[in-house]
Protein backbone atom coordinates (compact mmCIF):
# COMPACT_ATOMS: atom_id res chain seq x y z
CA UNK A 1 0.00 0.00 0.00
CA UNK A 2 1.20 3.38 -0.80
CA UNK A 3 1.96 5.91 1.97
CA UNK A 4 -1.52 8.64 1.85
CA UNK A 5 -1.23 11.65 1.43
CA UNK A 6 0.04 13.61 5.16
CA UNK A 7 -2.01 16.67 6.35
CA UNK A 8 -0.60 19.23 8.02
CA UNK A 9 -2.65 21.88 10.03
CA UNK A 10 -2.09 24.89 10.01
CA UNK A 11 -2.39 27.68 13.35
CA UNK A 12 -5.12 29.09 11.98
CA UNK A 13 -7.37 25.82 11.52
CA UNK A 14 -6.15 24.78 14.88
CA UNK A 15 -7.16 27.95 16.72
CA UNK A 16 -10.67 27.80 15.57
CA UNK A 17 -10.91 24.64 17.40
CA UNK A 18 -9.54 26.03 20.95
CA UNK A 19 -12.65 25.50 22.73
CA UNK A 20 -12.77 28.70 24.81
CA UNK A 21 -15.75 29.15 27.39
CA UNK A 22 -18.58 31.17 26.60
CA UNK A 23 -19.40 34.06 28.99
CA UNK A 24 -22.59 32.30 30.76
CA UNK A 25 -20.65 29.24 31.33
CA UNK A 26 -20.47 26.53 34.20
CA UNK A 27 -18.15 23.89 35.40
CA UNK A 28 -20.98 21.38 33.72
CA UNK A 29 -20.85 22.90 30.54
CA UNK A 30 -17.64 23.21 30.18
CA UNK A 31 -17.38 19.60 30.39
CA UNK A 32 -16.63 16.27 32.80
CA UNK A 33 -13.55 14.04 32.73
CA UNK A 34 -13.34 10.62 34.12
CA UNK A 35 -9.80 9.56 34.18
CA UNK A 36 -9.48 6.04 35.54
CA UNK A 37 -5.58 5.87 35.91
CA UNK A 38 -2.92 5.85 38.59
CA UNK A 39 -2.75 2.42 40.38
CA UNK A 40 -1.14 1.76 43.84
CA UNK A 41 2.22 1.61 41.78
CA UNK A 42 1.96 4.69 39.30
CA UNK A 43 0.11 7.12 41.37
CA UNK A 44 2.00 9.66 39.44
CA UNK A 45 0.63 9.45 36.39
CA UNK A 46 -2.71 10.29 37.16
CA UNK A 47 -1.85 13.54 38.58
CA UNK A 48 -0.06 14.23 35.72
CA UNK A 49 -2.90 13.16 33.21
CA UNK A 50 -5.77 15.17 36.03
CA UNK A 51 -3.50 18.36 36.21
CA UNK A 52 -2.88 18.48 32.47
CA UNK A 53 -6.20 17.98 31.73
CA UNK A 54 -7.56 21.02 34.31
CA UNK A 55 -5.05 23.09 32.20
CA UNK A 56 -6.59 21.84 28.97
CA UNK A 57 -9.91 23.92 29.95
CA UNK A 58 -12.11 21.12 31.17
CA UNK A 59 -14.74 22.08 34.18
CA UNK A 60 -14.70 18.80 36.06
CA UNK A 61 -11.96 16.43 36.55
CA UNK A 62 -12.56 12.58 38.28
CA UNK A 63 -9.74 10.87 38.81
CA UNK A 64 -10.84 6.90 39.64
CA UNK A 65 -7.66 5.10 41.25
CA UNK A 66 -5.93 2.71 43.10
CA UNK A 67 -6.66 2.94 46.81
CA UNK A 68 -3.37 3.58 48.46
CA UNK A 69 -3.16 6.46 44.94
CA UNK A 70 -6.29 8.54 46.47
CA UNK A 71 -4.68 10.36 49.29
CA UNK A 72 -1.62 11.12 46.66
CA UNK A 73 -3.80 12.89 43.90
CA UNK A 74 -5.68 15.10 46.27
CA UNK A 75 -2.58 16.65 47.73
CA UNK A 76 -0.86 16.74 44.28
CA UNK A 77 -4.10 18.77 42.71
CA UNK A 78 -6.53 19.16 45.76
CA UNK A 79 -9.16 20.46 43.01
CA UNK A 80 -9.33 17.19 41.42
CA UNK A 81 -11.49 14.40 42.67
CA UNK A 82 -10.51 11.38 43.51
CA UNK A 83 -11.56 8.29 44.28
CA UNK A 84 -11.09 5.06 45.08
CA UNK A 85 -11.87 2.62 42.12
CA UNK A 86 -12.64 -0.09 45.01
CA UNK A 87 -16.85 -0.38 45.28
CA UNK A 88 -16.99 1.70 41.45
CA UNK A 89 -18.52 0.44 38.21
CA UNK A 90 -18.41 1.66 34.99
CA UNK A 91 -21.77 1.74 34.97
CA UNK A 92 -22.10 4.77 36.68
CA UNK A 93 -19.85 6.66 33.80
CA UNK A 94 -22.22 9.19 32.56
CA UNK A 95 -23.06 9.50 28.99
CA UNK A 96 -22.41 13.52 27.31
CA UNK A 97 -25.59 15.12 26.68
CA UNK A 98 -26.00 18.27 24.86
CA UNK A 99 -25.38 21.14 27.01
CA UNK A 100 -23.04 18.95 29.47
CA UNK A 101 -20.37 17.21 27.30
CA UNK A 102 -17.89 14.64 28.70
CA UNK A 103 -15.60 12.37 28.35
CA UNK A 104 -13.53 9.29 29.64
CA UNK A 105 -9.52 8.55 29.57
CA UNK A 106 -8.15 4.91 31.02
CA UNK A 107 -5.34 3.54 31.19
CA UNK A 108 -2.39 6.17 32.71
CA UNK A 109 -0.73 4.88 35.38
CA UNK A 110 -2.44 1.12 34.93
CA UNK A 111 -0.04 -1.86 34.99
CA UNK A 112 -0.20 -3.24 31.70
CA UNK A 113 0.97 -6.87 33.64
CA UNK A 114 -2.07 -6.82 36.14
CA UNK A 115 -5.53 -9.27 35.33
CA UNK A 116 -7.41 -6.49 37.52
CA UNK A 117 -5.99 -3.57 36.12
CA UNK A 118 -6.84 -5.29 32.30
CA UNK A 119 -10.35 -6.23 33.59
CA UNK A 120 -11.13 -2.56 34.80
CA UNK A 121 -9.63 -0.98 31.19
CA UNK A 122 -11.78 -3.45 29.28
CA UNK A 123 -14.74 -2.99 31.74
CA UNK A 124 -14.39 0.68 30.89
CA UNK A 125 -14.65 -0.07 27.04
CA UNK A 126 -17.72 -2.09 27.21
CA UNK A 127 -19.77 0.20 29.35
CA UNK A 128 -18.70 4.00 28.54
CA UNK A 129 -21.54 5.78 26.30
CA UNK A 130 -19.52 9.09 26.28
CA UNK A 131 -15.99 9.51 23.95
CA UNK A 132 -13.37 7.23 25.40
CA UNK A 133 -9.53 7.55 25.46
CA UNK A 134 -7.40 4.69 25.87
CA UNK A 135 -3.72 5.12 26.76
CA UNK A 136 -0.78 3.28 28.77
CA UNK A 137 -2.37 -0.05 30.29
CA UNK A 138 -5.31 0.45 28.54
CA UNK A 139 -3.99 -0.57 25.30
CA UNK A 140 -2.57 -3.81 26.30
CA UNK A 141 -6.17 -4.57 27.14
CA UNK A 142 -7.34 -3.63 23.82
CA UNK A 143 -4.66 -5.86 22.36
CA UNK A 144 -6.89 -9.00 23.51
CA UNK A 145 -9.73 -11.45 21.76
CA UNK A 146 -11.43 -9.45 23.91
CA UNK A 147 -10.77 -5.64 23.75
CA UNK A 148 -10.56 -6.01 19.76
CA UNK A 149 -14.37 -7.15 19.97
CA UNK A 150 -15.25 -4.28 22.52
CA UNK A 151 -13.73 -1.79 19.72
CA UNK A 152 -15.65 -3.34 17.38
CA UNK A 153 -18.79 -3.14 18.90
CA UNK A 154 -18.13 0.59 20.12
CA UNK A 155 -17.29 0.97 16.51
CA UNK A 156 -20.70 -0.51 15.30
CA UNK A 157 -22.52 1.10 17.56
CA UNK A 158 -21.00 5.18 16.98
CA UNK A 159 -19.25 5.56 19.78
CA UNK A 160 -15.50 7.73 19.85
CA UNK A 161 -13.22 5.98 20.64
CA UNK A 162 -9.21 7.74 20.66
CA UNK A 163 -5.95 5.45 20.89
CA UNK A 164 -2.62 7.18 22.25
CA UNK A 165 0.29 4.56 21.54
CA UNK A 166 3.94 4.92 21.88
CA UNK A 167 6.21 2.90 19.27
CA UNK A 168 6.36 -0.35 21.67
CA UNK A 169 2.14 0.06 22.49
CA UNK A 170 1.31 0.17 18.55
CA UNK A 171 3.07 -2.69 18.11
CA UNK A 172 1.42 -4.50 20.44
CA UNK A 173 -1.92 -3.80 18.87
CA UNK A 174 -0.39 -4.14 15.52
CA UNK A 175 0.57 -7.85 15.91
CA UNK A 176 -2.87 -8.44 17.50
CA UNK A 177 -4.79 -7.35 14.36
CA UNK A 178 -1.55 -8.80 12.06
CA UNK A 179 -1.03 -5.49 10.56
CA UNK A 180 2.51 -5.60 9.06
CA UNK A 181 2.92 -1.88 8.04
CA UNK A 182 6.14 -0.05 9.30
CA UNK A 183 6.02 3.42 8.13
CA UNK A 184 4.38 5.43 10.18
CA UNK A 185 1.72 7.34 8.62
CA UNK A 186 0.63 3.86 7.43
CA UNK A 187 0.43 1.99 10.63
CA UNK A 188 -1.26 4.98 12.30
CA UNK A 189 -3.94 4.62 9.44
CA UNK A 190 -4.13 0.51 9.72
CA UNK A 191 -4.16 0.96 13.56
CA UNK A 192 -7.29 3.29 13.32
CA UNK A 193 -9.37 1.36 10.77
CA UNK A 194 -8.66 -1.81 12.69
CA UNK A 195 -9.95 -0.89 16.05
CA UNK A 196 -12.29 1.86 14.86
CA UNK A 197 -10.51 4.69 16.42
CA UNK A 198 -8.60 7.84 16.46
CA UNK A 199 -4.98 6.70 16.35
CA UNK A 200 -2.61 8.88 17.59
CA UNK A 201 0.76 7.32 17.27
CA UNK A 202 3.56 9.11 19.16
CA UNK A 203 7.47 9.71 18.38
CA UNK A 204 9.54 12.01 17.10
CA UNK A 205 6.76 12.97 14.86
CA UNK A 206 3.39 12.06 15.69
CA UNK A 207 0.99 10.61 13.21
CA UNK A 208 -2.66 11.05 14.11
CA UNK A 209 -5.34 9.06 11.77
CA UNK A 210 -8.74 8.43 11.73
CA UNK A 211 -8.57 5.78 8.92
CA UNK A 212 -8.91 7.79 5.96
CA UNK A 213 -6.98 10.94 6.63
CA UNK A 214 -3.64 10.72 8.65
CA UNK A 215 -2.13 14.20 9.83
CA UNK A 216 0.96 14.89 10.72
CA UNK A 217 2.19 16.84 14.04
CA UNK A 218 6.07 17.52 13.87
CA UNK A 219 5.92 20.21 16.50
CA UNK A 220 7.76 17.92 18.94
CA UNK A 221 10.92 18.47 20.79
CA UNK A 222 13.77 15.98 22.55
CA UNK A 223 12.65 17.81 25.82
CA UNK A 224 9.23 15.88 25.93
CA UNK A 225 10.71 12.16 25.92
CA UNK A 226 10.70 11.44 29.51
CA UNK A 227 8.44 9.49 31.59
CA UNK A 228 4.95 10.88 32.45
CA UNK A 229 5.24 13.36 29.28
CA UNK A 230 2.52 10.73 27.53
CA UNK A 231 0.39 11.07 30.88
CA UNK A 232 0.09 14.83 30.11
CA UNK A 233 -0.83 14.26 26.37
CA UNK A 234 -3.86 11.44 27.19
CA UNK A 235 -4.80 14.68 29.61
CA UNK A 236 -5.38 16.93 26.90
CA UNK A 237 -6.95 15.36 24.54
CA UNK A 238 -9.24 13.55 27.26
CA UNK A 239 -9.77 17.26 28.37
CA UNK A 240 -10.58 18.19 24.64
CA UNK A 241 -12.84 15.35 24.17
CA UNK A 242 -14.98 16.41 27.18
CA UNK A 243 -15.28 19.80 25.66
CA UNK A 244 -16.97 18.22 22.80
CA UNK A 245 -14.29 18.60 20.13
CA UNK A 246 -14.88 15.55 17.33
CA UNK A 247 -11.99 12.75 17.82
CA UNK A 248 -9.54 13.68 15.01
CA UNK A 249 -9.84 17.20 16.21
CA UNK A 250 -9.32 16.73 19.82
CA UNK A 251 -6.67 14.50 19.02
CA UNK A 252 -4.73 16.98 16.63
CA UNK A 253 -5.02 19.82 18.94
CA UNK A 254 -4.11 18.36 21.74
CA UNK A 255 -1.30 16.75 19.91
CA UNK A 256 -0.18 20.01 19.00
CA UNK A 257 -0.79 21.85 21.98
CA UNK A 258 1.25 19.24 23.70
CA UNK A 259 4.22 19.78 21.40
CA UNK A 260 3.95 23.77 21.86
CA UNK A 261 3.89 23.35 25.84
CA UNK A 262 6.99 21.50 25.45
CA UNK A 263 8.62 23.62 23.49
CA UNK A 264 8.29 26.54 25.61
CA UNK A 265 9.46 24.34 29.14
CA UNK A 266 12.38 24.04 27.23
CA UNK A 267 13.16 27.97 26.57
CA UNK A 268 12.84 27.93 30.36
CA UNK A 269 14.70 24.55 31.16
CA UNK A 270 16.82 23.54 28.22
CA UNK A 271 15.79 19.89 26.73
CA UNK A 272 18.13 18.39 29.87
CA UNK A 273 15.82 20.01 32.52
CA UNK A 274 12.29 19.80 31.21
CA UNK A 275 9.81 17.35 33.37
CA UNK A 276 6.34 16.32 32.71
CA UNK A 277 5.18 19.05 35.59
CA UNK A 278 6.50 21.36 33.78
CA UNK A 279 4.71 20.84 30.36
CA UNK A 280 1.89 20.96 32.48
CA UNK A 281 2.67 24.20 33.76
CA UNK A 282 2.68 25.91 30.49
CA UNK A 283 0.00 24.51 28.67
CA UNK A 284 -1.42 27.77 28.89
CA UNK A 285 1.34 29.72 27.09
CA UNK A 286 0.82 26.72 24.22
CA UNK A 287 -2.91 27.76 24.19
CA UNK A 288 -2.14 31.64 23.39
CA UNK A 289 0.88 30.61 21.17
CA UNK A 290 -1.71 29.30 19.04
CA UNK A 291 -4.21 32.20 19.62
CA UNK A 292 -1.87 34.10 17.82
Not at 39 to 51: E, F, K, N, Q
Not at 55 to 66: L, Q
Not at 104 to 118: K, T, W, Y
Not at 233 to 244: D, N
Request: net charge negative; aromatic share 4%.
Amino acid sequence: MSAPAVERWDDDRLAALVPWPAPDANKYTRGALTLLAGCDRYPGAACLAGAAAQRAGVGYVTVVCGPEAVGTVRAFRPSLVARSWDGWHPGDLPASRPGHPSAVAAGPGLDPADPADARRALAVLRACAAPLLLDGGALAALATGEGRALAAARATEGRPLVLTPHGGEAARLACAARISEAEPALLAGALARSYGAVCVLKGPDTYVSDGTRVVLVDRGTAALAKAGTGDVLAGVIGALLAQGLAPLDAAVLGATLHAEAGRVAEERHTAIGVIPEDVVEVLPEAFRCLAG
